[in-house]
């Protein structure tokens, strides 16, 4: 039997004293050498910078549970509505600096450090990255947590607590490779284990028919079970106002331990099931190649869905007792389709457990959940094999069934009997096997369905959710993506934070909307030489960098063009690549040109089995060994790849950044952040009219952004049309030429066709328009370089980027959600 936690009476709340919050240098030194001794178990005197780094954790989390414990107690008492964040990754990065700088506290603690030898600056590279995600999406989870707990809004965030994040990337002869990454192998101190909240999650056996007063309930027997137990991390909000919750699953076996095995000498065997079992959160995001993958990666989201929503529901019965209210108490968000089971575990909960009649079931449902969509890719669209889904939820299967059966007569008696509209708004693709999809689930079972900018939004509506929104008009929504300022501004650059401060005011650091006043500094000599000066310490910084992992010499004045995130084909790295070896060709014919120097720098990860996305990275390197070897364009050109791309190293490049490469095929991005990280510092954006491009757009002005290429509707039309790739090519004497170049082989000595198929394929499908936008995407860095010798228009440009992005807050996006989807209303505590 658990202890059962117990909700104190308001005056006893206030009976419990906390600490208080204003705290000197030497307090905070003491603070720090007593963790040190008591709960690292260091003598100052032998600590190295990863106990200390321990140390000055454990003390700032100590600030943060004393707001941590007063936002709860509020909550409970006020009864607000709660947000629950579900979300299969959070892409975290390092809280040191993040905790430090929402408390106020980084100054202090500097100094306080600094007092006892220790420099801050140094401890902050001990702290490994929580690199719980994949990319945008999980990025986007943190900055959404962080904005919530700055806005106080009343909020949970769930996930897994994978032992092993995004894979280590090492680049071996070109080539990328991935190791296990082990963020906990020295612990992690901002967590709390809660062995106490553990929730058994049940998958496969039998669902038994039981007939009761007439009626028919259905038991579900799970064949086997796995327990999920919580480890929560408190999330700081700016200026320390608010602390709400991170709440990672682990998975335990719940036999750990078979004696009788252990006992006859099979000691293997003997935890065979505890393997299995903890399998599920050992991995982010296994391979799906195979059907082993494809069930690890069904049971991770069953696993995180079931566990969230047992424990959401359970505090909401301790406070509020009737599980009808759960819309009035409870808003949940599905990031992606991953956590979208929960739309039929919510309902065997409401139906099965509770005996809530179906459609009332329905309704609380409906109005409770709500789903974002992050992708259009039909690839990346999830459904799961009816076959799979049966054998491992087979009450969820019978659910959905139920589910669709209902929607689709429904549909049919208010006359939509059109079949191809019932077949794509249908919950099973029929075709080639059936599957059950995950983004219809989703858009059915949720109130409100949001697309992440306006044009992915449109498009939303027009391809994959047309039918559905035919039907259901009022459903989708757009909540243009946001970055939190506090990460990607005040931490990232504080150089930059300060000549903001200075030029408008504090109120900037607590309003986005107040960086527009910086358009009237924008043309003024002296704030441009500041905001110069600031970019070329970040530059030289940067290069530093570059120097000591890959000993390649860069110089911090020339032109920073930057290329950092996922290696995909259709955010078009290859095209990059592309033209950076058109302009090498154009240095080399001609020599003596006043080329404007360059640095091209590419990080990012590609999929473990996604094969020409690792080629691309290898054709990268390739390239960068010849160009940065070549005395013809040494001091013009360099091409650097950072290996191992992270929230930390991102962190080191957007403030380092000129020029920003957001050059997807348009249509096919749908929004992007970096394009707001690297606008928000100043680098301008050479892009396609693709995701929240667009409204970077419209928000810095047509002269302070480089647009190039071929719309969304261009796209298509080009698609229907039968694009010809090869004619592109005879055209364009430029890409011919870069063609040409490397069939040559002088970028892979000794194996001359090792990018045959890759540019092959590009002629006989190029599905990604590379070639159709090459020669515009050439012009288009022409213009950059034109723009980059008038130094006064290139910094007005850089600082009107940094003046008019405001919009792109995350503060902003979490308000529209509150407003129009969550219906939750900051708190003012
Ligand atoms: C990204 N999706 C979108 N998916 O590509 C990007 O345009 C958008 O800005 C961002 O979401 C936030 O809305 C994304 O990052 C993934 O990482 C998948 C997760 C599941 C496995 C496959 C990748």
């Known amino acids: 039997i658990r202890p059962k936690a117990t909700v104190p ?62 936002s709860t107690r509020s909550n409970y008492a006020s009864g607000d509505k709660r947000v629950y964040y579900l979300s299969l990754e959070f892409l975290i990065g390092r809280l040191l600096y993040d905790s430090l700088n929402n408390l106020g506290l980084t100054d202090t603690m500097r100094a ?18 929580a690199a719980l995600g994949n990319g945008g999406l999980g990025r986007l989870a943190a900055c959404f ?97 608010h602390v709400n919750t991170l709440r990672l699953w682990s998975a335990r076996a719940t036999n750990p331990l078979r004696l009788d095995a252990f006992n006859e000498g ?49 505090r909401h019965l301790n406070q509020h007792k009737d599980i009808r209210t759960l819309p009035d108490k409870v808003a949940i968000q599905l990031n992606d389709t991953h956590p979208a089971i929960a739309v039929a575990e919510l309902m065997r909960i409401l139906v099965d457990l509770h005996n809530i009649p179906w459609a009332e079931a329905w309704e609380i449902t409906n109005a409770t959940i709500s789903y974002t969509n992050h992708t259009l890719m039909p690839e990346a669209l999830e459904t799961w094999p009816v076959a799979l889904m049966g054998r491992l939820l087979p009450r969820h299967m019978q659910i959905i069934f139920m589910i669709n059966g209902l929607h689709l007569d429904s549909l049919r008696q208010s006359g939509k009997n059109d079949d191809a509209l019932l077949s794509s708004v249908s919950l099973i693709d029929e075709q080639g096997g059936r599957r059950v999809r995950m983004g219809n689930l989703a858009f059915l079972g949720a109130h409100k369905v949001n697309g992440v900018s306006a044009l992915h939004t449109d498009l939303l509506k027009q391809t994959v959710f047309r039918d559905f929104n035919s039907v259901y008009p009022d459903r989708i929504v757009n909540k243009t993506n946001g970055i939190t300022f506090r990460r990607w501004l005040f931490e990232a650059n504080p150089g930059l934070t300060r000549l903001i401060v200075d030029a408008v005011g504090e109120r900037a650091m607590d ?66 690549i592309l033209e950076t070896i058109a302009l090498y060709n154009a240095m080399r014919a001609q020599p003596q040109r006043d080329w404007v120097p360059r640095v091209k720098i590419f990080a990012g990860k590609a999929a473990a089995s996604y094969h020409r996305a690792k080629l691309i990275i290898k054709l990268i390197n390739d390239v960068a060994k010849v160009v940065n070897s070549d005395p013809t364009v040494q001091g013009k050109l360099k091409v650097v790849f950072l290996p191992n791309y992270n929230v930390s190293l991102a962190e080191n490049i957007i403030p380092a950044a000129d020029l920003s490469e957001q050059i997807s095929t348009a249509g096919m991005e749908a929004s992007g952040t970096g394009n707001m990280k690297l606008a928000l510092n100043g680098g301008l954006t050479i892009g396609t009219m693709d995701g929240a491009n667009v409204e970077i757009y419209d928000r810095v002005g047509a002269d302070n952004i ?63 328009l590379v070639t159709a936008d090459f020669d515009a995407y050439y012009a288009r860095q022409r213009d950059v370089a034109t723009l980059w010798r008038n130094r006064e228009e290139w910094w007005k440009a850089a600082i009107l980027n940094t003046a008019n992005v405001g919009f ?22």
């Open 145 to 241: 947590m962080e904005s919530m707990a700055s806005l106080s809004i009343p909020a949970y965030g769930y996930g897994i607590r994978y032992d092993h994040g995004l894979f280590r990337q090492v680049i071996k002869d070109g080539w990328q490779q991935e190791y296990p990454e082990d963020w906990l192998s020295f612990g992690n101190p901002w967590e709390f284990e809660r062995p106490e909240v553990e929730y058994p999650i049940g998958f496969g056996g039998s669902v038994e028919p039981v007939s009761e007063d007439g009626a028919t309930r259905y038991v579900w027997h799970p064949g086997d079970v796995v327990d999920a137990v919580a480890y929560d991390t408190p999330v700081v909000g700016w200026r320390g106002r």
């Open 9 to 70: 009476s308001a005056e006893v709340a206030s009976r419990i004293a906390l600490p208080a919050q204003d705290e000197d240098v030497a307090t905070l030194r003491r603070a720090v050498v007593a963790k040190l001794t008591y709960a690292v178990g260091k003598d100052p005197i032998v600590a190295n910078e990863r106990d200390w780094f321990v140390a000055v954790a454990l003390t700032v989390r100590d600030r943060i549970v004393d707001r941590w414990m007063p």
């Open 706 to 768: 480089f647009i190039f290429g071929l719309t969304a509707a261009e796209v298509t039309k080009r698609w229907s049309g039968g694009y010809d790739a090869r004619a592109t090519l005879a055209a364009s004497p430029m890409l011919s030429d870069v063609f040409d170049t490397i069939y040559s082989g002088i970028f892979s000595p000794g194996e001359s066709g090792r990018y045959t198929g890759l540019l092959d394929g590009l002629l006989n499908d190029d599905r990604f």
């Open 112 to 129: 306080a450090l600094s007092e006892l030898g220790v420099d801050l600056d140094r401890l902050r590279s001990s702290e490994p990255d």
């Open 511 to 576: 309003d986005a909307g107040e960086l527009t006043k910086l358009a009237a500094v924008a043309g003024d000599a002296s704030f441009q030489e500041k905001y110069a000066a600031n970019r070329r310490a970040k530059k030289a910084a940067l290069s530093d960098l570059i120097a000591e992992r890959l000993d390649i010499k860069v110089d911090p004045d020339a032109l920073f063009d930057v290329q950092i995130k996922r290696i995909h084909e259709y955010k078009r790295q290859f095209l990059n």
């Open 266 to 314: 099979d000691y293997v065997g003997a935890h065979s099931g505890r393997v299995w079992a903890e399998a599920i959160s050992d991995v982010l995001y296994p391979s799906d190649e195979t059907p082993a993958g494809q069930e690890l990666r069904l049971r991770q989201e069953y696993f995180f869905t079931a566990a969230s929503l047992q424990d959401l529901i359970r």
């Open 808 to 829: 792109f807050s995350s503060d902003r996006t979490i308000r529209e959600y509150s407003d129009e989807i969550w219906n939750v209303h900051p708190r003012t505590d």
